[in-house]
T-cell receptor, first 110, second 113 residues
Framework: EDKVVQSPLSLVVHEGDTVTLNCSYEVTNFRSLLWYKQEKKAPTFLFML????IEKKSGRLSSILDKKELFSILNITATQTGDSAVYLC??????????FGTGTRLQVFP | DTAVSQTPKYLVTQMGNDKSIKCEQNLGHDTMYWYKQDSKKFLKIMFSYNNKELIINETVPNRFSPKSPDKAHLNLHINSLELGDSAVYFC????????????FGPGTRLTVT
């Protein structure tokens, strides 16, 4: 059975802190892994990772995938209150099916 | 410019009614999806269309029927609405079925009374 485990489930930090969000997965016919930021309603696409060991960066956010250990992390440096959201790690199968977990809820306080 | 749009944003209706939710994307993507977000905030895929062809059809009641008149549109029709259908429904699109991240619409909150 497919499984996605994100940790921590919830995280509270102050502005300026650096956070690391973890994701482990067990998915059949794994193709790629997506990270989303979900605020209020619709998720916003952040990264797609298909190869191990290649870091993807976008501003203060970066992410990397380890296909051998079935693991991915999302780093956010110098956090801001606008980073407060639920972050979803979403493995994707070759059939295009996405496997969603509960996400990590990040709260950044000034 | 709205990339993925859904209408309506809110829909309140009574049990037994039939309703439709429309989705349009102007990204030129080939693949579109419908998701249901349950009360625990899980997103569950319902359907996926690639170039107007159904490619994913998860276990959902037959009362739910997607329709894709062209690759920029994927509508969701629901017959005989039930209380348990109350949820937020998200439409999404991606470049193709094999790659690219999915871009989501704003969601449609359906409330069945």
């Amino acid at each position: 059975e497919d499984k996605v485990v994100q940790s921590p489930l919830s995280l509270v930090v102050h502005e300026g802190d650096t956070v690391t969000l973890n994701c482990s997965y067990e998915v059949t016919n794994f193709r790629s892994l997506l990270w989303y930021k979900q605020e209020k309603k619709a998720p916003t696409f952040l990264f797609m990772l298909t190869s191990s060991g290649i870091e993807k960066k976008s501003g203060r956010l970066s992410s990397i995938l380890d296909k051998k250990e079935l693991f991915s992390i999302l780093n956010i440096t110098a956090t801001q209150t606008g980073d407060s959201a639920v972050y979803l790690c979403v493995p994707r199968r070759f059939t295009d099916k996405l496997i969603f977990g509960t996400g990590t809820r990040l709260q950044v306080f000034p | 410019d709205t990339a993925v749009s859904q209408t309506p944003k809110y829909l309140v209706t009574q049990m037994g009614n039939d309703k439709s939710i429309k989705c349009e994307q102007n990204l030129g993507h080939d693949t579109m999806y419908w998701y249901k977000q349950d009360s625990k905030k899980f997103l569950k895929i319902m359907f996926s269309y690639n170039n107007k062809e159904l490619i994913i059809n998860e276990t959902v009641p037959n009362r739910f029927s997607p329709k894709s008149p062209d690759k920029a549109h994927l509508n969701l029709h629901i017959n005989s609405l039930e209380l348990g259908d109350s949820a937020v429904y998200f439409c999404a699109s991606s470049q193709d079925a094999a790659g690219g991240g999915q871009y989501f619409g704003p969601g449609t909150r359906l409330t069945v009374t």
